[in-house]
């Protein structure tokens, strides 16, 4: 998945459904219920959650389509990419969010989906951004960029992640404001929603810090998150001391070399990676290229 750069267009209605689920004619399928065009390269989308399934928040699936016919044989073999899962593991459905790319084998197609579609949906999920491969801290980071905001998206609505911490920093860095949006109003949407006031407890939200960032075109707050943590300037803006292995943990999900030198950055901040079968300081998401 790439970062996306391009003309953004404003946001599209959301195309919103209840369609009667059809007999599945993919296999493992599922129905899309609601798809949302944020840019002309971005957009998010909802299907059936299968009965049986049962996931971490921070975990990804494959999911996709079938290929098309082998000019041979006729025969088709199914599409398949890791896309994180961006609802909470509470949530009746399940939610992706997508780059579109106009030659992508996969994304060229599934951005045309509209409600009533099926995909297919490989119900075994895995992956790094769970709660399970940190060990207990007191402040907890979520560094994103582009695409990379979807898995956070999930564990932002996790009650597991405010009863672990007393404050969360999520950090959204694109290339352009447009790209922001998605996450800008998942954020706005959970400190308004009474039903995880309900759920966590009231005044969750205000643990909740959001610092978004931008490298291309002008906003509030200018530059890729890791020159900033460099310079000083996040933690000056946000009122916290740098990382330390002491109170801090970390999640990264983005591009390949955002993901190498957020790790060389951490690491030098003493902070240890972790993985399921040995916790500690900070986790990344091998399977996620943004």
Known sequence: MQPVNGPMNEISPVTDAAPIKPVPTLPDAQTVTQVTHWTDRLFSFRVTRPASLRFRSGEFVMIGLMGDPNPETGKQKPLLRAYSIASPSWDDEL???????????????????????????????????????????????????????APF??????????????????????????????????????????????????????????????????????????????????????????????????????NLAFNLELKDLLESYGLEEGANSKPAHYVVEKAFLD
């Open 153 to 254: 998206a999930s564990l932002l609505r996790d009650p597991q992640t405010y009863d672990d911490y007393d404050e969360v920093i999520i950090t959204h860095t694109c290339r352009e404001v447009g790209e922001l949006t998605y996450g800008a109003k998942l954020i706005e949407s959970i400190r308004a929603d009474e039903m995880l006031a309900e759920l966590i407890g009231e005044g969750f939200a205000d643990k909740l810090r959001y610092y978004p960032t931008t490298t291309r075109e002008e906003s509030p707050k200018m530059g890729r998150i890791t020159d900033l943590m460099r310079s000083g300037e996040v933690f000056a803006d946000l009122g916290v001391p740098p990382l330390c292995p002491e109170t801090d943990r970390a999640m990264i999900c983005g």
């Open 95 to 149: 939610e992706f969010y997508s780059i579109k790319v106009q030659d992508g084998p996969l994304t060229s197609r599934l951005q045309h989906i509209e409600p009533g579609d099926q995909i297919i949906l490989r119900p075994k999920p895995v992956g790094t951004l769970v709660h399970d491969a940190l060990l207990p801290g007191k402040r907890l980071w979520l560094f994103a960029t582009g695409t990379g905001f």
